[in-house]
């Protein structure tokens, strides 16, 4: 008996060191500590040994037990321990390698001009302010000199949810909940959507504008005029000229539409431009003493300057794009393009 169990150890030894993965090693604990295991089979077989050997039989059956079963502990760690380094070998990752076909993303033309606009206007001292989309009926429009039923309403369409509940037709809607709650001097930048059932070539139904409100003591048509020939300079370039048209908004009063001098043919005259040489980019004017009034600002004390641009509307002039709707179609090899 005890020469069949030193045999039995040493093939077990033999056999745990040559296998190579944890399958084989489950197969050989199978084979000698499974249920028909030869090791629980000798265990098995321990009432047949006679009274006299049998403490001596069982102590070296449990010592081969304990041994094979250290062996095969002890083969199972090293076996995994070896796929997993095999494994990080193969997932290594070269950091040092560049990765010229990774895809990726970039910011839309529109976030590149909004970031452009309020940096020039930040950099003058301006604050950004923000607004809901979903507007009343007295902040983006009565507040603005814009009655209910006053025929400007024609001049933006609206998407209306609800009887005074719409869908913001313009950024002017901040100018109203901001000067209710400020009082001069105010100076800020409104980024936002704007939405107007329109749509072809250069009108999108949901677009974005940016507003600028200046209020204080002795605000003029003149400082309108420096500020917006300043903006446009630094969005385009120093030899870009300004023209400011009369023009005519509810709250502001007078009211100009600017122009600038065509970015792709510098005034020449081009497609983009219509061969006119120039290209509306805002509406502005000097504040609408009802309106100030109506805010709850004293339009005796105070004057307010007031603009609005649409971004797509720049976005198409700066990088020469002729069709706003190219603008929302989110093809990646025309946002890729500006990396
Ligand atoms: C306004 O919305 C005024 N609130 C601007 C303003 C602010 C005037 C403060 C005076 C004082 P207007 O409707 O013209 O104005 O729109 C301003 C700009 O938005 C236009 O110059 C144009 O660039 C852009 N725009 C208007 N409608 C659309 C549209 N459907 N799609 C894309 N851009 C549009």
């Known amino acids: 008996m005890r020469e069949k169990v030193k045999q039995l150890i040493e093939n077990a030894t033999e056999f745990i060191k040559n296998s190579e993965n944890v399958a084989q090693i489950n197969d050989l604990r199978v084979k000698y500590l499974g249920k028909a295991g030869e090791i629980t089979g000798l265990l098995k077989g321990m009432k047949d040994v006679p009274a006299d050997q049998r403490a001596e039989v069982g102590k070296y059956v449990n010592e081969a037990r304990d041994k094979v079963t250290a062996m095969i502990t002890e083969k199972l760690a090293q076996l995994e321990q070896k796929a997993l380094e095999a494994k ?44 809901p989309e979903m507007e009343t009926d007295m902040f983006n429009f009565q507040l603005l000199n814009i009655p209910k039923d006053h025929p ?9 949810v609800g009887e005074d509940l719409l869908l913001r037709t313009q950024t002017s809607a901040v100018q109203a909940r901001t000067m209710l709650n400020t009082q ?37 048509l003149t400082d309108l005029k420096g500020l917006l020939d300043l903006f446009a300079k630094t969005l385009f370039d120093s030899e870009t000229k300004t023209r400011f048209r009369p023009s005519y908004f509810p709250f502001t009063e007078p009211s100009v539409e600017v122009d600038v001098t065509c970015a792709v043919c510098h005034g020449k005259g081009c497609k983009i431009c ?3 040489g120039w290209i509306e980019i805002l509406g502005a004017g000097v504040v609408n003493p009802k309106v100030l009034d109506r805010c709850g600002i004293d339009s005796k004390k105070y004057s307010g300057l007031a603009f609005g ?10 990088y020469g794009i002729p069709d706003i709707r190219i603008l ?8 890729k393009s500006f990396k």
């Open 274 to 276: 219509k061969g006119t």
């Open 328 to 335: 929302f179609e989110n093809d990646s090899r025309f946002l």
């Open 309 to 318: 641009l649409g971004v797509e509307r720049i976005a198409m002039i700066k």
């Open 184 to 220: 001069p001097p105010i100076k800020l930048v409104c980024p936002g959507k704007v939405y107007r059932p329109d749509y072809d070539a250069t009108h999108s139904p949901m677009f974005h504008q940016i507003e600028g409100l200046v209020v204080d003591k002795h605000v003029t």
């Open 88 to 131: 990080m070998m193969k997932e290594r990752i070269d950091i040092t390698v560049d990765n010229v076909d990774a895809n990726r993303g970039s910011l839309h033309p529109c976030t590149l001009v909004i970031d452009e606009v309020l940096d020039i206007f930040t950099n003058l001292g301006f604050k950004v302010a923000q607004g």
């Open 152 to 160: 400007s309403r024609d001049m933006q369409d609206t998407f209306y």
